[in-house]
Every structure is written in C-alpha cells, then in structure tokens.
C-alpha cells in the first residue's frame, strides 16, 4: 500500500498533467534526467528497473514540487517587492509630512515666541501708562490745588485792596465834604 506521500505527489502530478503550468521547463527538465539517466529521449523508452523507475518518478515529483514551490516564492517575491516598494513610497510621503509638520510647527513657535514678546511689551507699556496717568493725576490735583489757592489768595488781596480804596475813597469825601461844606 503506498504511503500518503507517493500518493499525494501522484495526485499533484495528475493535476499538472490536467493543467499543464510551465510544461515547457517541465519537459526540459525531463529531457535533462532521462540523459542522466541513460535513456536518449522520452520517447524512447528503455527498459529499465523498478528502482531506477521509482528513483525517475521520485525526481520527477521532486522537480514538479520544487517548480510548484518556485512559482509560490516567486509569487511571494513579487508581492513582497510590491509590499515594500509601497511602504518606501509612503514612508517618503511620511518622511515629507512629518518635515512639513516639523517647519509649520516652527512657525509657528517663532510667532507664539514673538506675540509673547509683544505682549510682554505692552504690558510695559500699559504700565508706564497707568504710572504717567497717576503722575499726571497728581500733577493736576496740585496744580488744581494751587489754582484754587491762589484764586482764594487773589480774592483776599482784591477784596483788601477795595476796601483800603474804599476806605481811602471814604476818607477822601470825608476831608471834600469837609472842604465842601467849609467853602459854602
């Protein structure tokens, strides 16, 4: 009874029989063993023993396994290459975000950097001006004070100054009327 691998690369060998996939290199490939072998050409069968039969079909699977496994790889290759062209691609792309990020993002602090700048100033500003109006405030309630002392101060010397010429006026019509009334 044959075991479940001869019978397993028969059914693999039928299955290529039934849908031939690069039956040119397989042909090649047989032609290649049957010289090794001895035999001329496929077509012309020698008699040959049951080892060297087994040993030909045994190589002959090997072969359809190792074309089978080379279509796998190669199919896995391409996929991979195609896998990795892609990754490069958008690892380029990422490359090209993440340096365009990086420089929006240093912009960006340069103008945080300079409105903190800006502001830090006028707040000095700000305050040199609330200290300037609180100068100028008490400059003006002194000069205020002032204006209205003086203003007190030049009432009292006006409200002297016509009653000393008010008095002095009196006198004067005093010593007339005396004058007066003497020449009458």
């Given at each position: 009874m044959p075991n479940w691998k001869d019978e397993y690369l028969a059914e693999l060998l039928q299955a290529e029989k039934n849908n031939p996939v690069n039956m040119e290199l397989v042909e090649a490939c047989s032609q290649l063993v049957d010289r090794a072998s001895g035999k001329k050409s496929r077509k012309?069968?020698?008699?040959?023993?049951?080892?060297?039969?087994?040993?030909l079909t045994q190589l002959q699977r090997d072969l359809a396994e190792a074309l089978r496994s080379k279509g796998f790889f190669e199919s896995r290759a391409k996929a991979a290459e195609a896998e990795?062209?892609?990754l490069?691609?958008?690892?380029?792309?990422?490359?090209?975000?993440?340096?365009?990020?990086?420089?929006?993002?240093n912009k960006i602090m340069t103008k945080l950097k300079d409105r903190d700048h800006e502001l830090r100033e006028q707040r000095k500003l700000s305050s040199n001006?609330?200290?300037?109006?609180?100068?100028?405030?008490?400059?003006?309630?002194?000069?205020?004070?002032?204006?209205?002392?003086?203003?007190?101060?030049?009432?009292?010397?006006?409200?002297?100054?016509?009653?000393?010429k008010g008095a002095e006026a009196d006198k004067m019509n005093i010593d007339n009327e005396a004058l007066f009334d003497a020449s009458r």
């Open positions: 012309e069968p020698e008699p040959a023993s049951t080892s060297d039969d087994y040993t990795l062209a892609k490069k691609s958008s690892s380029k792309n990422h490359d090209k975000t993440v340096r365009e990020l990086n420089a929006d993002r001006i609330q200290d300037e109006m609180i100068a100028l405030n008490l400059q003006l309630s002194v000069a205020e004070s002032e204006r209205d002392r003086v203003k007190k101060e030049n009432r009292d010397l006006v409200e002297r100054w016509m009653k000393s």
